[in-house]
T-cell receptor
Framework: AQSVTQLGSHVSVSEGALVLLRCNYS??????LFWYVQYPNQGLQLLLKYTSAATLVKGINGFEAEFKKSETSFHLTKPSAHMSDAAEYFCAVTPTSGTYKYIFGTGTRLKVLA | EAGVAQSPRYKIIEKRQSVAFWCNPI?????LYWYQQILGQGPKLLIQFQNNGVVDDSQLPKDRFSAERLKGVDSTLKIQPAKLEDSAVYLCASSKGGTGHTGELFFGEGSRLTVL
């Protein structure tokens, strides 16, 4: 069975500071990994995805994530936070074949302080 | 390309009443998902369709929830009778599925249900 753990339900950073949101996964088969962002009263939007190509993945809005198999991690980073980055972020995992059942983490709410 | 459409956006009902949510996925997407997102939590899969067949409904409370996807396109999720704990946002998502699947889910804006 697959699972995802997001450490820290709330993260606060100052504008211009580094953003680091943590995600660890558990999977018995090679997974695809994703980060989604959710703004208030909206659906989820894809930030970036790992699909077994490059381990360092770049996404939209300056975000990137690195797949580390040895650490079973897929942490999300951004060098400099912007006020518009305030939102909820979800990590998700799915197997690379079969029924593509997506499992989401519990989410991390990012607050950006002026 | 039109996105995933959901309606209604908001619904308020009394407990024991019924409610239905509608989803129209992106054209050509074979796989459709319904997720339940309770406030402060991540989305939880309720049911997954591949075309008009059910792939996974293991977490669907079948005594009160039902879903169908007629003709492999639109889908409807129904709750009858509703309970207070059903208050949540119901998210519909679709993906291409099958060979060449890129792995991305496309979400609608959700239907927020409040049960009083």
């Amino acid at each position: 069975a697959q699972s995802v753990t997001q450490l820290g339900s709330h993260v606060s950073v100052s504008e211009g500071a580094l953003v680091l949101l943590r995600c660890n996964y558990s999977s018995s088969v090679p997974p695809y990994l994703f980060w989604y962002v959710q703004y208030p009263n909206q659906g989820l939007q894809l930030l970036l995805k790992y699909t077994s190509a490059a381990t360092l993945v770049k996404g939209i809005n300056g975000f990137e994530a690195e797949f580390k198999k040895s650490e079973t991690s897929f942490h999300l980073t951004k060098p400099s936070a912007h006020m518009s980055d305030a939102a909820e972020y979800f990590c998700a995992v799915t197997p690379t074949s079969g029924t593509y059942k997506y499992i989401f983490g519990t989410g991390t709410r990012l607050k950006v302080l002026a | 390309e039109a996105g995933v459409a959901q309606s209604p956006r908001y619904k308020i009902i009394e407990k024991r009443q019924s409610v239905a949510f509608w989803c129209n996925p992106i054209s050509g997407h074979a796989t459709l998902y319904w997720y339940q997102q309770i406030l402060g939590q991540g989305p939880k899969l309720l049911i997954q369709f591949q075309n008009n067949g059910v792939v996974d409904d293991s977490q669907l409370p079948k005594d009160r929830f039902s879903a169908e996807r007629l003709k492999g396109v639109d889908s409807t999720l129904k709750i009858q009778p509703a309970k207070l704990e059903d208050s949540a946002v119901y998210l519909c998502a679709s993906s291409k599925g099958g060979t060449g699947h890129t792995g991305e889910l496309f979400f609608g804006e959700g239907s927020r249900l409040t049960v009083l």
